[in-house]
């Protein structure tokens, strides 16, 4: 059970009492707390969720725009204690105060009954041993000594389901003070019936086998349910953004959008509580996907710009660029030629904190060809005009063309990436180099135009993604940051492609 209480907006001063497992904050019509539509604009549309985490109540970001807020920090996730004051959207944004905290929603009673939870624990049917625990149990001990030792055996259990199913190194800890228990509350008894007190216990490392067994096996089956729920998820997903793909009309776009935006947040619940059984599973889920996805997904993770549902145009889009790299017949030889400006291309961009992969936009302007001349008069490996090289320092006259000179035209290309991600955002990373092909006046405008709209503002709406969902992007721009993505696929597995690791060289 949670009790919150509003302390501004509309509902200021109202309380809600939520006994749910899994508790939805947000302006949409399907949360559980939904906040004013019109009023709480800080607020997204699925922001927040409050489950329950090793029987403790946690509060998770969902991927808000604006961030969740716990007592003045920022927090993708944590732990709530009655007093806390969530802030959903910043400090202009909704304010809500943690009153109480409950029990668990998923018990079955708040206060039980010592015995009867031991007596059900024993009685319930399990594979292999377990069902031994309810028979010594029963005629080895009295009702404190089986107290004792199933609750002993269930903390066994429990620990070793959290390290993964593998042995936590607490088994002797806990049983040994399972002993010392019941030798404290049954050591005045008779001599025979303490004989069988301690055998019951001692015998106990069996009836955690039983116990954990049975543990174990419903952790498999909750584990097993939720991996479906995801599957369906996932499959949903892709029917929403192959119907976004074929979609022509902006208002039916948009809410196909919001409803991949719930499903996404759904998925990331779902995960999030077989993370509470299975940590290690539950990072297998995240990580699906075939071998290009992963690959995408290690380039976004170091720009914070991951995403859950990539679209099926932008993967197809993708493989399609690096099928023809792969196929190239100077992909050797321009390989080679990367190798050759790599070292002084990652020292300047290392300076500047960029990530290599921002790098291969010079694979995608001109395979490494530091004399390369457009048809529009950009010269050199980045491909700057006159005007572009003056502003970022470089000499251009009838005499000099420092465009020429590789390490200057280097330098003076991540300080325009640099530039860009500073304008656009480190999480946009794909705006930044969207904007190196087009020109940050291009996406500028873009920007603006998306601005007059409702909530234009917002984060959410500025990313790459998007931009590429809705078709706000020119197709050039759509196709270019896949092209840069594929040299960085290409490169980042030489030996797949046929191709001498770096250091060979």
């Not at 174990?216 to 584990?223: G, H, K, N, Y």
């Not at 719930?262 to 290690?280: K, W």
């Not at 300076?351 to 457009?374: C, H, I, N, R």
Request: aromatic residues 4%; glycine residues 8%; hydrophobic residues 40%.
């Amino acid at each position: 059970m949670v009790q919150l209480t509003f302390l501004s907006g509309t509902h200021k001063g109202q309380q809600l009492r939520l006994e749910l497992p899994v508790i939805r904050l947000g302006r949409s019509e399907d949360c559980d707390v939904r906040l004013d539509d019109q009023q709480d604009l800080t607020v997204s549309s699925h922001h927040a969720e409050i489950v329950v985490e090793d029987g403790a109540y946690v509060v998770i970001d969902t991927g808000s725009t604006n961030g969740t807020w716990v007592n003045d920090l920022r927090v993708v996730k944590q732990r709530l204690q009655p007093g806390d004051v969530l802030h959903l959207g910043g400090e202009n944004g909704m304010a809500l105060r943690v009153d109480a905290l409950g029990p668990d929603p998923r018990t079955p009673s708040a206060t039980p009954d010592p015995r009867q939870a031991t007596l059900a624990v024993a009685s319930q049917p399990a594979p292999g041993a377990a069902g031994e625990v309810a028979h010594l149990i029963d005629h080895h001990a009295d009702t404190t000594a089986a107290l004792v030792a199933s609750e002993a055996a269930i903390k066994v259990a429990s620990e070793r389901a959290k390290a993964g199913g593998r042995s936590s190194g607490q088994t002797m800890d806990i049983m040994a003070a399972a002993v010392v228990q019941v030798h404290q509350s049954t050591r005045k008894r008779s001599g025979r019936k303490w004989l069988k007190v301690v055998v019951a216990v001692a015998g106990a490392g069996l009836l955690v086998a039983g116990v954990m067994g049975t543990v174990i096996w419903r952790q498999r089956q909750e584990i097993n349910r939720l991996v479906s729920v995801k599957a369906a998820l996932d499959r949903e997903i892709q029917q929403v953004q192959r119907a976004m793909e074929r979609e022509t009309d902006e208002g039916r776009l948009a809410e196909l959008e919001q409803r991949l935006a719930l499903l996404t947040g759904h998925v990331q619940t779902t995960i999030v509580q077989v993370a509470q059984q299975d940590r290690s599973r539950a990072e297998e889920l995240q990580n699906e996907g075939d071998e290009l996805e992963r690959a995408i997904r290690r380039i976004l993770a170091k720009f914070d710009a991951s995403t859950y549902a990539i679209p099926p145009l932008f993967k197809e889009t993708l493989q399609r660029e690096v099928d023809v790299l792969a196929r190239a017949g100077n992909l050797k030889h321009v390989y080679a030629r990367r190798n050759r400006h790599w070292p002084l291309i990652t020292e300047t961009f290392g300076k500047l904190g960029l990530p290599e992969e921002m790098a291969y936009v010079a694979w995608a302007e001109t395979q490494f060809d530091a004399e390369k001349v457009s048809p529009a008069g950009a010269r050199g490996m980045w491909q700057m005009t006159a005007a572009t090289a003056r502003e970022l320092g470089l000499r251009v006259d009838a005499k000099v063309d420092e465009r020429l000179d590789v390490e200057k035209q280097t330098q003076a290309a991540a300080r325009k990436l640099a530039n860009l991600l500073s304008l656009f955002g480190s999480d946009s990373f794909m705006l930044a180099m969207a904007s190196y092909n087009k020109g940050e006046n291009g996406v500028r405008r873009v920007l603006v135009k998306v601005a007059q709209e409702k909530d234009g503002f917002r984060k959410d709406k500025r990313e790459f993604w998007h931009l590429y969902r809705m078709r706000r992007l020119p197709q050039e721009t759509m196709d270019y940051v896949p092209r840069v993505l594929a040299a960085a696929v290409v490169c980042g597995n030489p030996k797949k492609y046929g191709l001498e690791p770096p250091e060979a060289k």
